[in-house]
């Protein structure tokens, strides 16, 4: 027992190496897949996360923080000491809605690149890195409208270009592909009470230098709102986040669990739409965390429409 709580500390501070990274960089919160949680930025979206906007040209700039100091086991106990993280991301997103009609939906394309910066202590070590992360593109997506339910689907690829080195306890890049079906849903009343969710499933190739091969991961941003006219949305909204397959190193099971992950946050969501922009304020405590950090996140989202 004792040889196996030792392997499954040192195994901890490897994977750490690589902590964080992902779609937009910005996920930080997360170890339970090598590197950190996994490619997508959980909580990135909110309001209106079903329904794509009307034909033309977009551009979103998400700003995030993640701070974290906790490191959760799979009992949810404290399990590394002096574990500290901190992740700052920028990540410019690309939309153009074309009015080409596929199966009666309109059909748009997007790009993220990301930009950011990570402080990871951990098992003594400290490291930090600033830079280009994996950038994210999606040539199909399809999204549908009627009076009060939109549905928008996609499947974006994770292109593994971001600074990445197994040496290094903090890196941008994750080093390897990610496939990720999306579905977003949104229903909004007639009297602006509105229910959002986009529905998200990773499937990961293996990283060629160390030999891990990440689970698959389902996880899905949510957000429950009140329309006041025009301007404002306000409510709550978050993300859950759960490993649904195990991690294998060398073709092997990581530890006695497969070292799945999985966390869930909430916290107030506010929005202000202004002519062709908006901009979107949100804290996301998270709870609940296994197998993975334990932190809180901040954002500030804008959109404008050229």
């Known amino acids: 027992m004792k040889m196996r709580h030792s392997f499954r500390q040192g195994f901890i501070v490897l994977v750490a190496a690589v902590a964080l990274a992902g779609a937009a960089v910005l996920e930080g919160p997360a170890l339970a897949t090598e590197g950190g949680g996994g490619a997508y930025p959980n909580g990135a979206e909110s309001f209106m996360a079903g329904a794509l906007p009307p034909p033309g040209t977009y551009f979103i700039n998400y700003v995030t923080y993640y701070q974290a100091s906790k490191f959760k086991d799979n009992s949810g106990n404290d399990l590394i000491p002096d574990f500290k993280l901190k992740v700052a991301a920028d990540v410019l997103r690309f939309i153009h809605v074309t009015d080409t009609k596929i199966l009666g939906a309109n059909w748009a394309v997007h790009a993220f690149i990301p930009l950011a910066y990570q402080d990871v202590t951990l098992g003594g070590r400290d490291d930090d ?32 270009i971001g600074s990445y080195n197994q040496d290094r306890l903090a890196n941008i ?4 592909w990610t496939f990720e079906p999306v579905l977003g849903v949104t229903y909004l009343s007639d009297g602006g009470f509105e229910i959002s969710a986009k529905f998200m499933y990773d499937i990961n190739t293996e990283n060629d230098d160390t030999k891990y ?49 999985r966390v869930f946050a909430i916290g107030p969501v506010a929005q202000y739409n202004y ?6 304020a949100k804290w996301q405590p998270e709870f609940e965390a ?17």
């Open 129 to 160: 890195r600033f830079g280009l992360g994996d950038i994210i593109v999606d040539p199909i997506i399809l999204g549908w409208h009627s009076k009060n339910v939109h549905v928008t689907a996609g499947l974006d690829i994770y292109i593994p």
């Open 173 to 176: 890049g994750r080093n390897y």
């Open 213 to 261: 091969q990440s689970g698959q991961e389902f996880h899905v941003d949510y957000a429950v709102g009140y329309h006041i006219g025009k301007e404002w949305i306000v409510g709550l909204g978050g993300y859950y986040y759960y490993q649904t397959t195990e991690d294998e190193l060398n073709g092997n099971k990581v530890g006695s669990d497969g070292f799945e992950g």
């Open 275 to 280: 002519k062709n922009m908006s901009f979107t």
């Open 290 to 306: 296994r197998n993975k950090p334990e932190g809180n996140k901040f954002w500030f989202n804008f959109v404008y429409a050229f």
